[in-house]
């Protein structure tokens, strides 16, 4: 059965760098997504993407976060700059509509 | 936005014993809840889900039961193995206009042998 996957699945940065984290989405479902679960708590909406733009961002999602699609098969979540309060598991998901299925995840931890 | 609670935020079962999970929703533009598991340090993992189209779902020990009119859902383990034990998390949408799920806070199931 195929599964969305994600890499790295954990990344330790410094207060301030960038950080790329990928995903593979399930082939053939059109929408795609990230949430984030702080540590102890709930997963928090961030960004779904449709048809290669943004179709919905919570406020979290500010101008330090950006996503991408760059090739027929990735799906990235980009943080500028990246702030201690960024540390979170990262999920990505994917759906043909409405059920969404999440990927591993990526623990980031900022120093 | 769409605000769902979760109760009770920990419940602990004897082994065989039922476990219920209740959640509410504020938007009534929500018509899709799905049910995730997760396991520690795994991710999270569609267990059931049920559309606003039908008051109950059922799939061998789980089923969700679904109030529009209250507009609280629910999740209901029979005969709860140590398996089931994994923090639940209760969702909400509204496709096709919003995709996005929001997520209650989570139910510990504690399954004791």
Not at chain 1, 64 to 73: A, K, M, N, T
Not at chain 2, 41 to 63: F, H, M, T
Not at chain 2, 84 to 104: E, H, Q
């Amino acid at each position: 059965e195929p599964e969305v996957t994600q890499t790295p699945s954990h990344q330790v940065t410094q207060m301030g760098q960038e950080v790329i984290l990928r995903c593979v989405p399930i082939s053939n479902h059109l929408y795609f997504y990230w949430y984030r679960q702080i540590l102890g708590q709930k997963v928090e909406f961030l960004v779904s993407f449709y048809n290669n733009e943004i179709s919905e961002k919570s406020e979290i999602f500010d101008d330090q976060f950006s996503v991408e699609r760059p090739d027929g098969s990735n799906f990235t979540l980009k943080i500028r700059s990246t702030k201690l309060e960024d540390s979170a598991m990262y999920f990505c998901a994917s759906s043909q509509g409405d059920t969404q299925y999440f990927g591993p995840g990526t623990r980031l931890t900022v120093l | 936005g769409e605000n769902v609670e979760q109760h009770p935020s920990t419940l602990s079962v004897q082994e065989g014993d039922s476990a219920v999970i209740k959640c509410t929703y504020s938007d009534s533009a929500s018509n899709y809840f799905p049910w995730y598991k997760q396991e520690l340090g795994k991710r999270p993992q569609l267990i059931i889900d049920i559309r606003s189209n039908v008051g109950e779902k059922k799939d061998q020990r789980i089923a969700v039961t679904l109030n529009k009119t209250a507009k609280h859902f629910s999740l209901h383990i029979t005969e709860t193995q140590p398996e089931d034990s994994a923090v639940y998390f209760c969702a909400a949408s509204s496709p096709p206009n919003d995709y996005k799920l929001s997520f209650g806070a989570g139910t510990t199931v504690t399954v004791r042998a």
